[in-house]
C-alpha cells in the first residue's frame, strides 16, 4: 500500500529477536496513524523533460538518484539548483547511483526562458504521508511502522533514506474503498513537534526511536511475539479520530518468507470495519495483526478488486529488517 512516506538503526538491542533466553519477546501492539517525514540521502530523478535535453543527452534515467554535483553532495532539491546555477553552462560531473551500482555522467546545463541553468530533469528529495506505527518495543524504546517500505509515487523505487521521523496525526474522513479503486484515510499531522525519528526505510517497514513520555496513551499492554497460523485473528486501527479499536479479520493463508513479504493474505470480517472503509485502505498499512494474544504481522497491501482482502507481513520479517 503506497503512502500517498542518520545514526544507525537502534530498532533491536543486539541479540534480541523474536525469542531470547527461552522467553517470548514482548512487544506494545500500537495501530495508531502517525505522520512521516522522509527526507532522501540525494535527489530522486523522477521524470525527464521531452526533447534533447542535457538530462537526456548525458544518460541521465528516470530512477537514477544523483548523490553529488561538481564533486559536492547533494542533500535538496533546492540545494541541486543553487550548484546548478553557481556551474552555468560548464561540463560538470554528476555522481549518480542507479541499480545498486554508482556511475559518473557529465551534463552541460543550459539555460530556460528564466535565466535559469537546468539540466531538464524532475527531482524529489522528500516524501510525507500517513501511515500505522505496528509496534512499540518498551524495552529499547524502538518502534516500527508500514509493513512496507516508503516507496517514490513516480517510479516506485525505494526512496533512498537520509533522514525522517514522525508526527502526530488524527483521522478526519476516509475515502472508502471500493472494487477497482483503492479508499484512503485522511489526517491532519501536527508539525509542531515530532514524536520520534527514522532510523530507516526498508522494504519491511520504517524503523527508528521514541519516547514513551511522547506517545504515552498508545504505548501500553506488551503482548507476546507469535507466529501466524491459517485462521480467526484481529487488526488494531486507527480509522476515525485518535480512537484504535481492534477489528476481526481471517488469515486464509500463510507464505513464510515470502520475497515480497507478502507473508499472509487476510481478509477483512469485521462488518463495522468494512462499513466505515470498506476494508483495507491506504493508511492502514502498519496495523498490527494480533493472534491468540500474541502479535503475529501487520497489515501491508489491499487488493484493488476486493477491499475486503489484502496481505500483511510476518512480525519476524518486521523484527529480522529491523536489526
Not at 150 to 176: E, R, W
Not at 180 to 197: Q, S, V
Amino acid at each position: 500500500m503506497a503512502l500517498f512516506l542518520c545514526a544507525p538503526p537502534v530498532a533491536m538491542a543486539a541479540g534480541l529477536t523474536a525469542e531470547s533466553g527461552g522467553e517470548k519477546r514482548m512487544l506494545v501492539p500500537v495501530g495508531h496513524t502517525v505522520g512521516i517525514k522522509l527526507f532522501a540521502r540525494g535527489v530522486v530523478v523522477v521524470k525527464l523533460s521531452e526533447g534533447g535535453t542535457p538530462a537526456r543527452e548525458c544518460g541521465l534515467r528516470t530512477g537514477d538518484i544523483i548523490v553529488s554535483c561538481g564533486g559536492t553532495a547533494v542533500t535538496s532539491t533546492e540545494q541541486f539548483q543553487s550548484l546548478l546555477q553557481a556551474n552555468g553552462d560548464a561540463a560538470t560531473d554528476l555522481q549518480v547511483r542507479r541499480d545498486g551500482g554508482s556511475m559518473t555522467l557529465s551534463v552541460e546545463p543550459a539555460q530556460n526562458d528564466q535565466g535559469s541553468y537546468c539540466i531538464g530533469a524532475w527531482i524529489r528529495d522528500s516524501m510525507a504521508g500517513i501511515g500505522t506505527m505496528t509496534y512499540y518495543d518498551p524495552a529499547t524504546g524502538a518502534f516500527g511502522a508500514l509493513g512496507h517500505g516508503i516507496t517514490d509515487v513516480d517510479t516506485a523505487q525505494l526512496m533512498p533514506f537520509s533522514s525522517g521521523s514522525i508526527l502526530p496525526s488524527t483521522v478526519k474522513a476516509v475515502k472508502k474503498g471500493a472494487c477497482g479503486a483503492a479508499g484512503e484515510l485522511r489526517g491532519d499531522f501536527d508539525l509542531t513537534r515530532d514524536l520520534g525519528e527514522l532510523c530507516a526505510n526498508t522494504d519491511s517497514g520504517v524503523f527508528g526511536t521514541l519516547t514513551e513520555e511522547d506517545y504515552g496513551p498508545a504505548l501500553c499492554g506488551a503482548v507476546p511475539v507469535g507466529t501466524a497460523r491459517a485462521g480467526g485473528a484481529v487488526i488494531r486501527s486507527n480509522v476515525a479520530g485518535d480512537q484504535v479499536q481492534e477489528y476481526d479479520i481471517e488469515i486464509l493463508k500463510v507464505v513464510p518468507n515470502a520475497a515480497d513479504g507478502r507473508d499472509m493474505v487476510i481478509s477483512v470480517t469485521d462488518p463495522e470495519l468494512i462499513a466505515a472503509t470498506g476494508g483495507i485502505v491506504q493508511g492502514m498499512s502498519g496495523s498490527p495483526i494480533l493472534q491468540n494474544g500474541q502479535i503475529v504481522g501487520a497489515v501491508t497491501h489491499v487488493l484493488l478488486n476486493d477491499p475486503t482482502k489484502g496481505y500483511g507481513i510476518s512480525i519476524e520479517n518486521m523484527l529480522n529488517a529491523a536489526e
